[in-house]
């Protein structure tokens, strides 16, 4: 294979990691000033006027507390010094005008040896994919382009080898704001991947109050080292039933880490595994220092770094990332 090629390789979330896409913090603009209070909604959605795309970065803006650019700098060196540490070979984005390009996870997936683009659910941000374009095109195995119908987004898709779970809004949350991967995608998926079990997750969401809203999958779910459990977030599934079953799939109910909504909130399921005994989590001792030491207390290596300011826009370390080649083990 030429050296330029790039080869990919992904089918579970904890294997190690060689390759990935990460984000980036630089020329992030201006973010959307134009909120609504949600005390003044008429519905649960999200009125037009209101143009932010999630409950916490509203919540931020309003308190006056939404990132600067310059932490969020210092949140992605750290990031990528911590990968290059574990001899990843780090890709970032182009960088593109006043645009928000920290959250990778969302632009594509890679299923297998197969990289799937997303459609994105929030318009605004399907220029992102130009901005890794050029890396796209250099991957030596396929590339799927789904449907303008498909939409769906890479932190509602978890790889646990022969299973995917795909999250999706729950029944009575379909058409909000935060409803960001369709039913659609799921038939894509299970089409063009007849071997695999695709199973949809149905999450309940809010564009009102954030410690409800599960944005993605890997906002209530995620499995740790290799059938050694999960982290998970059970009042954020539709179905509690799946929510247990799931933990079996991770290796047992007693191997999982049930988090509460503020757990939630501050992201704590959003942790991403350089390797089986490797995970990333964020430093701040008050928002996952017990996630971190439960962690650590099974054995795992907790590589700690700052990343509370990027948690104020509802997206963590697994949302910073588009791992395009994990070893096979």
Same mark, same amino acid.
């Given at each position: ?31 959307? /000033? ?39 700098? /210092? ?127 149905? /999450? ?31 009042? =954020? ?44 989590? =964020? ?5 996952? =220092? ?40």
């Amino acid at each position: 294979m030429s050296e330029n090629l790039i080869d990919i390789s992904v089918s579970n979330e904890t294997a190690p990691l060689e390759a990935v896409i990460l984000g980036t913090a630089r020329n992030l603009g201006t973010p959307f /000033l134009n909120y609504v209070d949600p005390a003044q909604w008429s519905t649960e959605i999200a009125p037009k006027e209101d143009k932010i795309t999630d409950p916490k970065s509203r919540q931020h803006l309003m308190a006056g507390t939404y990132p600067l650019e310059s932490h969020l700098r /210092l949140e992605n060196d750290h990031f990528a010094r911590l990968l290059s540490k574990y001899n990843v070979k780090v890709y970032q984005p182009i960088t593109l005008p006043s645009t928000n390009q920290i959250f990778t996870r969302d632009i594509g997936f890679v299923i297998d040896d197969i990289f799937i683009k997303s459609n994105m659910g929030t318009t605004e941000r399907q220029q992102e994919f130009f901005a890794i374009r050029d890396i796209v095109s250099k991957i030596a195995q396929e590339v799927f382009f789904p449907p303008k119908t498909v939409k769906v987004e890479g932190g509602d898709v978890m790889l646990l080898n022969d299973k995917v779970y795909v999250g999706q809004a729950g029944k009575g949350y379909e058409g909000l704001r935060c409803d960001r991967t369709n039913p659609e995608a799921i038939q894509y998926l299970k089409a063009k991947f007849p071997h695999k079990e695709i199973i949809a997750v149905p /999450l309940i969401k809010s564009d009102r109050v954030a410690t409800k809203n599960c944005l993605h999958l890997d906002c209530a779910f995620q499995p740790l080292g290799m059938n050694e459990g999960c982290i998970i977030f059970i009042d =954020g599934f539709a179905d509690k039933d799946q929510a247990y079953q799931m933990m079996e799939d991770c290796g047992g109910e007693d191997k999982a880490i049930k988090i509460s909504s503020d757990q939630m909130y501050n992201m704590n399921s959003n942790i991403f595994s350089i390797a089986p005994k490797v995970i990333v989590s =964020g430093d701040n001792e008050k928002e996952f =220092g017990v996630v971190n030491a439960q962690l650590e207390e099974r054995g795992f290596t907790v590589e700690k770094i700052p990343y509370s300011e990027t948690s104020k826009m509802e997206g963590l370390l697994r949302c910073s990332t588009l791992p395009l080649r994990r070893s096979k083990l």
